[in-house]
């Protein structure tokens, strides 16, 4: 019997589900939640801490499964809804951290682009338009540390930061939003472990992760679907103002505007997610180990912006 794959970024646990789901163990498949369960309680907490992306349902569950997301994403973008804004964050997170994963496992499919893509410009309406929204997607810990979700946390970072340098065109925010949610494209593929300061690199792995974002940006160049801005993302996140960075060496003046705004977040995101330093440190952290690397407003900023999140 076949099984189709679901992605458990999509999962939510105050939701029952319409298909069994199914876990894969040893190449066979093991019924983990029954239909008309739900993921309540820990379930879900404890798939992720085993860092697994995907599990499994029939083939003839796909349209209810479908159903499922749609319905859940519908019912999260809604305010009237009646669901609680904590649920709905976590929902339009995973919606995110699940096109992130479409994207980047297989850059090639012109349609989950575009669904990235126009889902990128409604995370930026959801973050503009609720107060406390910022707030609730940066409280949902990165527990896995997984790749995806750190674009969604660098993404939520970088719109909030635009917004407070006056960046307001609505293209420009939908497309920093989908470059810094894919910006760590190549990490997605290379194998590279890179939960843990860069300090315990060795001279090797230093050398793959001072790669990746030329890597990631070549493996995307020849998709024509590919905004250029995107591609810029991907290609100069790692860059710095004082022309340090890499993977060349740009100065301020030659990274894209945009790009640096995902330089900083990620920065930031970096020492929250993969280097165990606390939220309310993290701003202080980055100011003095990164100093002359990122321009000092966007810093005192991103300072404000987290000084928001409880």
Known sequence: MEYVPIRVSTLRGDQAIDFDA????????????KKGDSFEGDRLTRLRAK?????????????NYRNYLSRNIEMAYDKGSGKSLDSRAEIIQ??????AEAVME????????AEAKDAASKFVEFLSDESEALAKVMSID??????????VTVSTLAVALAKRLNVTDAKQL?????????????????????????????????????SHPLEGARKVQDKKHFDQTVMNIIAQH???????????????????????????????????TF?????????KTLMISAVGRYPLNHIQLLGDIMATIK
């Open 94 to 99: 995973g919606n995110q951290q699940s096109n």
């Open 142 to 151: 990165n527990v896995d540390q997984n790749i995806a979700h750190h674009g």
């Open 106 to 113: 297989n850059p090639a499919d012109e349609v989950s682009y």
């Open 275 to 283: 280097e165990g330093v606390a939220k309310k440190e993290a701003v």
């Open 22 to 33: 199914f876990l894969k163990i040893n190449e066979k498949y093991i019924l983990y939640l």
């Open 238 to 272: 790692e860059e710095y103002i004082d022309g340090k960075g890499f993977p060349n060496g740009l100065i301020e003046t030659k990274i894209d505007p945009l790009a640096l705004i995902v330089a900083s977040a990620n920065a930031l995101d970096r020492l929250i």
């Open 174 to 210: 939908q497309l920093l939003s989908l470059g810094a949610l894919l910006h760590d494209f190549e990490h997605f593929h290379s194998g590279l472990s890179i939960a843990r300061p860069l300090k315990e690199f060795t001279e090797a792995e230093m050398k793959t992760y001072r």
């Open 51 to 63: 860092k697994l992306k995907k599990m499994f349902i029939l083939p003839e569950a796909e349209e």
